[in-house]
């Protein structure tokens, strides 16, 4: 008989993302796993992720560790700290594009200044950069220009003139001037 891997073995399953700031609060944070039921027991989770954390020095590299019989890959960037889990026997290096991809895509959209005032202002923008990444728990896109394009075409505002636009928002508009234009 044939073994056919399911396609859980090709591409692993993030169980959450979480960005906390620097006390262990909740800026955004999406879970695609039944493992922590109840609301206390992810809060409980993201406390024992940050404390144990919390003494690395995962500002240049992003830190694998595991927890839980999780794979909890990190970074921190001024006063966020950047989380993806998975199974503890998912592909590290996966996950870790996954969380290179969100880390880069946010800043993208926080036009390089990550800390918390900034992220909490734009909280739409990075729900929906986490959404752009992953979608169930699946894996959709690591790509931080493309995540971070798709936020921007979800979210210009027409009205804002060039001058207050992103780079990708700027080019986007553009784009659908162009072919506005050429369609008429």
């Given at each position: 008989m044939a073994h056919f891997s399911s396609s859980r073995d090709l591409c692993p399953l993030v169980k959450n993302i979480l960005l906390l700031d620097s006390e262990g609060k909740r800026v955004a944070v999406k879970y695609y796993s039944d493992d922590w039921a109840t609301n206390s027991a992810k809060l409980a989770f993201e406390k024992s992720v940050f404390t144990k954390t919390l003494k690395t020095n995962a500002r240049t590299e992003a830190e694998i560790a595991m927890?839980?019989?999780?794979i909890v890959v990190y970074k921190f960037v001024q006063d966020l700290h950047f989380f993806v889990t998975g199974s503890?026997?998912?592909?590290e290096l996966i996950l870790a594009s996954v969380l290179q991809g969100f880390f880069d895509a946010v800043a993208l959209i926080l036009r390089n200044n990550v800390d918390k005032n900034e992220a909490l202002e734009n909280l739409d923008l990075i729900l929906l950069c986490i959404d752009e990444i992953v979608d169930g728990g699946m894996i959709l896109e690591t790509d931080a220009s493309t995540i971070a394009g798709k936020v921007a075409s979800h979210s210009i505002d027409a009205a804002a003139p060039l001058s207050e636009q992103t780079l990708t928002q700027a080019l986007a508009t553009a784009r659908e001037h162009i072919t506005r234009s050429l369609l008429t």
């Open positions: 927890f839980e019989n999780n503890d026997d998912d592909n």
